[in-house]
């Protein structure tokens, strides 16, 4: 089992940073990649930032340039970095861990923080 928690959510104005960090702990030692995923009211649920075990990142193409996934592995922390955020950038932000075993995959979420970017 892995146990995630995000932080750091909040509101800020249009054109200011969060740092969303997600701190694993459990079995984390052999997680494939680290995603964060976002929700707004009324929409589905969008990948939004990926890192993978050797350290590849993708991105949504809304936030790309903005955004930055970095794991810190010292602390068992995978940070999403958002820059100039926008009001459109407001959802609840979940991290989501993906772990493949044995031809099985197994997702582990965390309870999602709120980001809400007023204009």
């Known amino acids: 089992q892995v146990q995630l928690v995000e932080s750091g959510g909040g509101l800020v104005q249009a054109g200011g940073s969060l740092r969303l960090p997600c701190a694993a702990s459990g079995s984390a030692f052999d997680i494939n990649a680290m995603r964060w995923y976002r929700q707004a009211p009324g929409k589905q649920r969008g990948l939004v930032a990926t890192?993978?075990?050797?350290?590849?990142?993708h991105y949504a193409d809304s936030v790309k340039g903005r955004f930055t996934i970095s794991r810190d592995n010292a602390k068992n922390t995978v940070n999403l970095q958002m820059n100039s955020l926008k009001p459109e950038d407001t959802a609840v932000y979940s991290c989501n861990a993906v772990r493949i075993r044995l031809g099985f995959k197994y997702d582990y979420w965390g309870q999602g923080t709120q980001v809400t970017v007023s204009s």
């Open positions: 890192i993978t075990s050797s350290d590849s990142t």
